[in-house]
């Protein structure tokens, strides 16, 4: 279902972009919805790159849309257990700890169910793109525990060359969280694969017992206690 608040005026704009703003999916999305030929304009199977007038009629898979001239963007403080899905297959979800007035927002990355902290949610695709695109290396912060102390070696191997998983290098910066204890560590990351920081430490034979994070580019958690949300 596609939310619809009331039309943005314009003369023009790229499709992609007019699709973007009309569902909150990523321009790429977008793009890879056109070029599957889910989308029409008045009718007519719509191209990459196709520019709409005000007056077009845009539909994705059959249903007309209408871009938004508000966009809402939230930040989560995600408890532990909680799915970043609205299917939970009888787990709880995100979507539980929200009203229904925002279930229509999409989250921006996610977190895994063992994993807390923040987590944004909007209907802004272009948001989403430059958070989660890897040209614009947004940073993301994370305090994890490790089941044991990290050996130096291990920590000079993760920051210097990375470490060698299924999809490519993981490299990632560490600091102490404290200086006599190395089972706490803060870690800095410009990448979002799946479970990077988990398959990191357990290439190396650690598991993660505790991720949290607390900054994604600009944002921060700060004070947003665990399982509330507010609007930014």
């Known amino acids: 279902m596609y939310y619809v608040l009331c039309t943005l005026y314009y003369s023009v704009m790229r499709l992609n972009k007019y699709i973007a703003s009309a569902t909150g999916m990523s321009r790429r999305a977008a793009d890879k919805a056109i070029e599957w030929g889910r989308v029409t304009i008045n009718g007519t199977m719509a191209n990459t790159g196709q520019q709409v007038a005000e007056n077009d009629v845009v539909a994705l898979d059959g249903t007309t849309l209408k871009v938004q001239n508000s966009k809402q963007t939230i ?35 996610r977190l895994d169910k063992n994993s ?6 909007t209907d802004d695709g272009d948001l989403a793109h430059s958070l989660t ?3 614009f290396r947004k940073t993301k912060i994370y305090k994890i525990a490790l089941n044991k102390p990290l ?12 470490i060698m998983l299924d999809d490519g290098v993981s490299k990632l910066q560490l600091e102490r969280i404290n200086d006599t204890d190395n089972s706490n560590w803060k870690v800095l990351m410009h990448e979002g694969r799946n479970r990077q920081i988990r398959r990191t430490f357990e290439a190396l034979g650690y598991n993660v017992v505790k991720l949290h994070r607390t900054n994604f580019g600009s944002y ?12 930014i």
């Open 151 to 162: 050996e130096p070696l291990h920590r000079q191997m993760i920051g210097d060359n990375g």
């Open 75 to 109: 930040m989560l403080n995600k408890p532990v257990g909680y799915i970043c899905s609205r299917d939970g297959q009888g787990g709880k979800t995100i979507y539980d700890l929200l009203p229904e007035n925002l279930h229509h927002l999409k989250p921006v990355g």
């Open 116 to 121: 807390s902290g923040l987590l944004l949610l």
């Open 133 to 135: 695109h890897p040209s």
């Open 220 to 231: 921060a958690l700060n004070n947003l206690k665990v399982g509330e949300h507010r609007v």
